[in-house]
């Protein structure tokens, strides 16, 4: 088995779950954008596109949308298993349960790859559509984790108070990103704004909006209190912070246009997603390291949105 410094190995593989996240991010608002601007069924079969992997004269925004969302996915499987390869052939300088984790992304991944497909050959429902988006926000979720995990191996690891509050503000933000996916596939906001029926999807988005919002204030609130290494961590939490009043307002101007301008949807599906990564990555930090350098992640300036 070759050897490789354990340092390089690991910045090596932090850096392909960086780039892995912001691949990730896009996947998942590419996918929005897709819905959005109905190219859900733009490329009639699967895995192909009008029968080849490139389709040439069909092609118009809604096939492309599709076609590099289907790209993208393809592109972030092969860097999954790759990760996966090199975990297992260096993995006696690596920590055990890296392999282990980088196996489960692979099988996420084939998974995701299967509901995608399931979704054009049973025309877009919506159950297989919010599972769809649900696994991409888990694969975003690990893999953001991931990055700060390999560069933190060996550090003490942050409190419990942080990782509990930090875990549950994760959980209602996916929970409300699925609840979102809900409502568009089913079409309940456009059909409460227009006719005032299937309501029920929207207010229950808007009061889950509301009641995650408070838990992730109280999660940024206590950590500046606490002080400490906590306290030090507060360009990453203003950063939180400030997404998530972006992504309130976002949400209530999308409303107030009625639906109509689907840049703003998907500038809201961005921002969504920008905070899964954020927070998941906050939620894997570990005391010990300088507060200038949340991850590898930090170091690249291309990834500099996906973490702050």
Not at 99 to 112: E, H, K, S
Not at 147 to 160: G, N, R, T, V, Y
Not at 202 to 230: D, I, K, N, P
Not at 245 to 253: E, N, P, T, Y
Request: glycine residues 8%; contains cysteine; aromatic residues 8%.
């Amino acid at each position: 088995m070759t050897r490789i410094p354990e340092i390089s190995i690991k910045k090596r593989l932090g850096l392909l779950s960086a780039h892995l996240v912001v691949a990730l991010i896009a996947l998942v608002v590419i996918g929005g954008a897709t819905r959005v601007m109905e190219a859900g069924l733009a490329c009639p079969d699967w895995p192909l596109c009008y029968g080849s992997l490139l389709p040439g004269r069909q092609m118009n925004l809604q096939v492309f949308l599709e076609w590099f969302h289907r790209l993208d996915a393809f592109l972030v499987g092969i860097a999954l298993l790759v990760q996966f390869l090199a975990s297992f052939f260096w993995r006696l300088q690596l920590p055990r349960w890296y392999p282990w984790l980088a196996a489960g992304l692979v099988i996420l991944v084939a998974l995701q790859g299967l509901l995608g497909g399931l979704t054009v050959l049973e025309l877009l429902p919506s159950g297989v559509v919010t599972a769809h988006l649900a696994l991409a926000l888990i694969l975003l979720s690990l893999t953001s984790g991931l990055s700060q995990l390999l560069i933190a191996a060996d550090k003490e690891p942050a409190p419990f108070w942080w990782k509990f509050m930090g875990s549950g503000s994760l959980l209602l933000l996916i929970s409300q990103c699925l609840l979102g996916g809900r409502m568009a596939t089913t079409w309940s906001a456009h059909r409460c704004l227009s006719d005032g029926n299937a309501c029920e999807l929207v207010y229950y988005h808007r009061s889950l909006a509301v009641f995650s919002s408070c838990v992730v204030l109280a999660f940024v609130v206590t950590a500046l209190l606490v002080g400490g290494w906590a306290r030090s961590q507060w360009p990453f939490l203003l950063a939180v912070l400030g997404l998530l009043i972006l992504q309130l307002s976002l949400g209530m101007l999308t409303l107030s246009v009625g639906l109509s301008k689907p840049l703003l949807t998907i500038g809201h599906q961005l921002v969504a997603s920008l905070l899964v990564a954020l927070l998941a990555a906050l939620i894997c930090r570990r005391p010990g390291l300088s507060p200038s350098s949340l991850s590898v992640m930090q170091k690249e300036n291309s990834l500099k949105p996906c973490h702050g």
